[in-house]
């Protein structure tokens, strides 16, 4: 439950940035104007997946992807939006059919990959991460989702060489050094777990002290 606790590799795509509530109004109200237009409806069903609304959105995204089954973008939203609401299954469908549409659609890849390791499919999981670095070899995130396959595997030398390589390509981002914790975490080594809550300190500090609340404070 622990290691869990520090696991945050499951995060919303960059695209999704923050939407204001009188935006989500004016999009809603442009909907209203015209219902079934697909760009629409994937306009709006993406400010609901910002604001965590992601069973709404996947109403949106059904009708949109109806008329537009090929629409890379709609399915992609639809499959982050399942991956918010824990329907696993039907996340990794729609992302294999991004994929099928973009094969090089590197986020797509990393959250199939998460995707195969939360169902307990490691070996999928790690051909799925070693497409995705065979587009992308400096992609910090990738490096995260094969140590994490790594870790679930037992093979801890492998995991420890992928976090560390996350760590090279993306010093002063939270996630490599979260998942660095979790390693000393699985290992027993509180030295090194030390050193990562102190880092993380000024990287996450919300991160730093659930890592401080659990292990260093006195």
């Given at each position: 439950?622990?290691?869990?606790?520090?696991?945050?590799?499951?995060?919303?795509?960059?695209?999704?940035?923050?939407?204001?509530?009188?935006?989500?109004?004016?999009?809603?109200?442009?909907?209203?104007?015209?219902?079934?237009?697909?760009?629409?409806?994937?306009?709006l069903a993406l400010a609901y997946i910002d604001?965590?609304?992601?069973?709404?959105?996947?109403?949106?995204?059904?009708?949109?992807?109806?008329?537009?089954?090929?629409?890379?973008?709609?399915?992609?939203?639809?499959?982050?939006?399942?991956?918010?609401?824990?329907?696993?299954r039907k996340a990794g469908n729609d992302f294999?059919?991004?994929?099928?549409?973009?094969?090089?659609?590197?986020?797509?890849?990393?959250?199939?990959?998460?995707?195969?390791?939360?169902?307990?499919?490691?070996?999928?999981?790690?051909?799925?991460?070693?497409?995705?670095?065979?587009?992308?070899?400096d992609c910090a995130d990738l490096y995260c989702?094969?140590?994490?396959?790594?870790?679930?595997?037992?093979?801890?030398?492998?995991?420890?060489?992928?976090?560390?390589?996350?760590?090279?390509?993306?010093?002063?981002?939270?996630?490599?050094?979260?998942?660095?914790?979790?390693?000393?975490?699985?290992?027993?080594?509180?030295?090194?777990?030390?050193?990562?809550?102190?880092?993380?300190?000024?990287?996450?500090?919300?991160?730093?002290?659930?890592?401080?609340?659990?292990?260093?404070?006195?």
């Amino acid at each position: 439950m622990l290691l869990k606790a520090l696991n945050v590799n499951n995060k919303l795509p960059e695209e999704l940035n923050t939407v204001t509530f009188d935006e989500v109004e004016r999009r809603e109200e442009v909907l209203r104007c015209d219902p079934e237009n697909a760009g629409k409806l994937l306009d709006l069903a993406l400010a609901y997946i910002d604001l965590q609304r992601n069973a709404e959105a996947v109403e949106l995204l059904d009708r949109c992807i109806q008329d537009r089954s090929r629409d890379a973008a709609a399915l992609y939203a639809r499959a982050v939006a399942y991956l918010s609401l824990n329907d696993y299954r039907k996340a990794g469908n729609d992302f294999l059919r991004v994929l099928v549409l973009e094969p090089e659609n590197v986020d797509a890849h990393r959250h199939l990959g998460v995707i195969q390791l939360m169902l307990g499919k490691e070996e999928a999981a790690m051909k799925t991460i070693r497409k995705a670095l065979a587009i992308d070899p400096d992609c910090a995130d990738l490096y995260c989702v094969l140590g994490d396959v790594h870790l679930d595997l037992c093979e801890y030398d492998q995991a420890k060489e992928a976090f560390d390589k996350a760590v090279e390509l993306a010093p002063e981002q939270a996630e490599p050094h979260c998942k660095i914790a979790m390693y000393y975490l699985s290992r027993g080594d509180m030295k090194g777990l030390k050193r990562e809550y102190e880092l993380l300190k000024t990287l996450d500090a919300s991160m730093a002290e659930q890592i401080g609340s659990l292990f260093f404070t006195t």
